[in-house]
T-cell receptor
Framework: GPKVLQIPSHQIIDMGQMVTLNCDPV?????FYWYKQILGQQMEFLVN????????KSKLFKDQFSVERPDGSYFTLKIQPTALEDSAVYFC??????????FGAGTRLSVL | DAKTTQPDSMESTEGETVHLPCSHATISGNEYIYWYRQVPLQGPEYVTH???QNTTNSMAFLAIASDRKSSTLILTHVSLRDAAVYHCILRVAGAKLTFGGGTRLTVRP
């Protein structure tokens, strides 16, 4: 199926630092999503994004989180500052219009 | 509240056909039935989806009850690679996917 790429696969940072997670969505997709999964737990929706705007966000999408897709390049999730509870795997997904979501392999974020 | 109900776990043996059930008694007319699967350390993988008619693709056959209150994902000739957590999710077009616990499928050699 279509491929969504996430870079890097693993990132380790110190608490309080800023981190940017990068997602290269499927080339013609227009809708973008971030999900969070703590090891052994369910996938949790964070935010979705379309036409340069956040469409919907969950209560997990704290004020320290932001998303953007500057100039049609990577879709990014920025966390500033990070907290210990932000340690998780973050999955990016994209879809064409209102169709099927395709997920990347995730970025494992470890906040020390 | 969960909109779908799935068994926590199921077991099968390589080469068998597996029927994964999903109940969605309160499904709305504009909700599609999506199936995704996830293995550890990987992102969810799209399996199939349907609205009212049964659907089939290279991965699975989706049987949807005539009243749409339940569905069954049918995997034929399962292999070890089919071991995963299978999620049955209702989704209105354009909305987010909301994951639950899914069914953990174990495949024995």
């Amino acid at each position: 199926g279509p491929k969504v790429l996430q870079i890097p696969s693993h990132q380790i940072i110190d608490m309080g630092q800023m981190v940017t997670l990068n997602c290269d969505p499927v080339s013609n997709h227009l809708y973008f999503y971030w999900y969070k999964q703590i090891l052994g737990q369910q996938m949790e929706f964070l935010v979705n994004f379309y036409n340069g705007k956040v469409m919907e966000k969950s209560k997990l999408f704290k004020d320290q989180f932001s998303v953007e897709r500057p100039d049609g390049s990577y879709f990014t999730l920025k966390i500033q500052p990070t907290a210990l509870e932000d340690s998780a795997v973050y999955f990016c997904a994209s879809s064409l219009e209102e169709n099927t979501l395709y997920f990347g392999a995730g970025t494992r974020l470890s906040v020390l | 509240d969960a909109k779908t109900t799935q068994p926590d776990s199921m077991e099968s043996t390589e080469g068998e056909t597996v029927h994964l059930p999903c109940s969605h008694a309160t499904i709305s007319g504009n909700e599609y039935i999506y199936w995704y699967r996830q293995v550890p350390l990987q992102g969810p993988e799209y399996v199939t989806h349907g609205l009212q008619q049964n659907t089939t693709n290279s991965m699975a056959f989706l049987a949807i009850a005539s009243d749409r209150k339940s569905s069954t994902l049918i995997l034929t000739h399962v292999s070890l690679r089919d071991a995963a957590v299978y999620h049955c999710i209702l989704r209105v077009a354009g909305a987010k996917l909301t994951f639950g616990g899914g069914t953990r499928l174990t495949v024995r050699p």
